[in-house]
């Protein structure tokens, strides 16, 4: 069970409520008014818990669980052991998160201006929001309804945040418009200034950066990730797109729709990265190229060309993921000759 | 136009203005007392906007502007557009930077101490500082004239900071002693201890880390960066480089002056870098080393060995930059070799 | 010396005191009554001072030290110039950071809590705690003994820390327990969501991140790292573990006891890494994976494989070192010969 002290639970739900929340279907004649208590893995889950079965890897674990409900593929179904009410769905781990949600709701904002916050008279906060200690909100920021600003975030002058939206704790945003229902985890850095010099020998001559970051609805964004403004234009990053801890974005970049960013990625300066696409960890991508829709860039790759749509690439310089392979046992096998 | 929430236009400048501000030469027979109103792209410029061409790739561009000033290469003037005046100069972005600062001028700190902010009563601070909310300056702290420290950034006992810097929000300064017209952007840490531990099985057991960081004059620092202070002797930054977010800086180490330092670089103890040296994103450079001034290392360079002055090097081991693509090139062939 | 404003130097001592602190063997003749005022390096030390040679590489330098005293083994005994007191020791460098330790001690919190700190009453402080303005301690929070709260930082509700360690400033904590004397420098983010997602076209589902961070004793976790809590597990830092700055620490990692992690490493979701791993800077670890205990992982290496006990490994997909180093060799042999 989560650790009370960080977690509450807001169970118990029946079978029938699961299975409303998740558009599972109930197995034929298992108790729809059988009650839950919580979540759990497969291998520790008890009888008032429910688990899931996603990766075929544990099937063996599903044959074995103690669980009271399991949420599981209709094709396995008949491998369930005895006295586990099903929910069947061939999305396993999406109903999982349906109902891991209904049991760990995210925690509203406690709504209120802590008195020791400081937000500026010439703000404007929706209704519902919560202002921890030492949050800062300056003139001229818009803040929709039922937002949370966290202990010691600064929101800059003019910022506009959509409705629903969490900004943990330690952020920073300045030159941004943020959508609805964003989380923005701590020591995110937003609106800074791009990194523009006309360089030379003489010194190198600071551009000031005229844009802005326009994040739409229903992104997340990692801790300590930076997302640079615009020299100009504006940084841009899609609906829905998740990125992770310790990102860089730098000024320009238009980052498309349903994106999957995984940490320490850096996308340099101008680049537009397709709706969907995917990068795994360590990933860089110079700048000014352009990454198609549904892309996939492997776990550090090195990204210098444009990337077609669709493709998946890997390596430095990256290349189709085949390809990439190819090299690697090339280079293995030819090394080993030379022992010979 | 730069959105009037977050930048104040301090236009019109007339032409002859704007070639005084840049030392560009006028045109022959271009009115120098046409008004100008703000700066913008070439594609999207009215004829009350000053452009700018650097990049021959967007001639095209240039020959169809609807822009009212343009600031180019002389060689160019004759593919100009009718109606367009003309700032001639060999260094087109360089003046571009110029007129974009004079248009939108650096925000100067607004002077006072924000009632929320803690400031020591040991601490001296210039004339026209300003101190925003939540900001916490330590014990024998010195600040110039002319400084901002932004809101919840935490400047430790004893560190000095020249004149006319910005210590914008969230940032924290212990150890250091930092130049004048500094620009620290969001989320910096500076002068934390570096990584220092006497190895063994019983424990790794810290090793004091005595020294400061010195950073000289108009440095500027990205977000999210760290710069660990050094260990005995200091660690180093020279004046006008520039580091960009998320850059790791280890104890000891010594930049020189007019460094460039892209995103994500990371550069290990007691390794010294020259004068104008160049790194683009997700550089490693190993602990150590010597980097020789006006070297250039290629993004994701990993070095292990010293780089003499004015190389370019790419690759991991980074080798000289033609041998790397050599390198590609080769891996490439061979592997395509065994599908034959 | 160590500049004043930033170090209080807590000297003198005796040899016979550094030796009973160190126990180190004093060289028969040597006066054990000289008294010593601070630490330096061999080639700037003073006869008032203690040096150390740990590198054979610095023999030079140490037969030509004017150090009153010198750290070293036993073996190079003889090599010493005339005037310099001797502390014999096989491990120098662990005798050095004992002394350095003796002349700058760790400074204390100062404790009480600062007015413009703000604290839950609903939080429990241990005796002599320091919480520094700006500080937020949310409700439940359990701070142990002697244990420093840096200006800025966010310790959220149910928060646990053991006695005597140190949050500096601009920390955020949150769903964490971490153990006694843990020094967590400025700008990490310890206990946010994991990156955990139900993709699909229609929107990645939030999947609530139900576990915590759990971190030992005596754990250093350097700047703007970031450690994110467990999905349902916890992520586990053991004993001693020393990390440097901006790591990434995914939801479920456990890292074992005395690990040592370089600066900008990541490590991916649900990876397990042994005790006394070694990991050099910019490794990335993919997730799920297996690290033996005593494994090193050179810089820059990416691991996508579990890797035994003890191995040592380097490059991209990492490899056995010797095979990296005879890859290396092989493709630059290769590319050479094209050219001929």
Same mark, same amino acid.
């Given at each position: 069970m989560a650790d009370p002290r960080f977690f509450a639970n807001s169970g118990l739900f029946t079978l029938r409520r699961l299975a409303e929340i998740t558009g599972a279907e109930l197995r034929a004649g298992d108790d729809p008014e059988r009650a839950f208590a919580d979540v759990a893995p497969l291998d520790s889950a008890g009888p008032d818990q429910v @688990?899931? *079965? +996603?990766?075929r890897k544990y099937v063996a674990a599903f044959r074995a669980t103690k669980a009271g409900? %399991?949420?599981v593929d209709p094709d396995l179904a008949d491998q369930a052991p005895e006295g586990v009410s099903l929910l069947l769905t061939t999305d396993p781990y999406r109903a999982y998160a349906q109902i891991a949600q209904a049991f760990y709701p995210a925690v509203a904002a406690r709504a209120g201006i802590d008195p020791a916050a400081v937000v500026s008279p010439e703000a404007t906060l929706g209704e519902g929001c919560g202002v921890e200690a030492g949050a800062v909100i300056g003139a001229g920021a818009e803040i929709g309804d039922g937002c949370q600003v966290g202990a010691g975030s600064v929101v800059g002058p003019g910022?506009? /945040?959509g409705t629903g939206s969490r900004i943990t704790a330690n952020v920073? *945003? @300045?030159? %941004? *418009?943020i959508g609805a229902r964003a989380i923005i985890h701590p020591g995110v850095r937003i609106g800074q200034d791009g990194f523009g010099f006309a360089m030379g020998a003489a010194g190198h001559l600071k551009v000031p950066q005229l844009g802005r970051v326009v994040i739409e609805d229903d992104v997340e964004i990692g801790a300590n990730t930076c /997302? +640079?403004? #615009?020299a100009g234009p504006d940084t841009f990053v899609g609906a829905g797109s998740k990125i992770d801890n310790l990102v860089q974005i730098g000024h320009n970049v238009? /980052? #498309?729709?349903? %994106?999957v960013i995984i940490s320490q990625v850096g996308i340099s300066g101008s680049t537009e990265v397709g709706d969907f696409v995917a990068m795994g960890g360590k990933v860089g991508v110079a700048g000014h190229l352009k990454i198609g829709p549904g892309a996939r860039l492997?776990?550090? @790759? #090195?990204? /210098?060309r444009d990337i077609p749509a669709g493709a998946t690439v890997a390596g430095f310089p990256a290349v189709p993921v085949k390809e990439h392979w190819r090299q690697v046992a090339t280079l293995a096998k030819l090394s080993k000759r030379k022992e010979d």
């Open positions: @688990s899931f *079965l +996603d990766n409900a %399991c949420i910022v506009v /945040i920073t *945003l @300045s030159h %941004c *418009l /997302i +640079d403004r #615009g238009r /980052i #498309g729709r349903g %994106c492997a776990a550090r @790759s #090195g990204v /210098i």
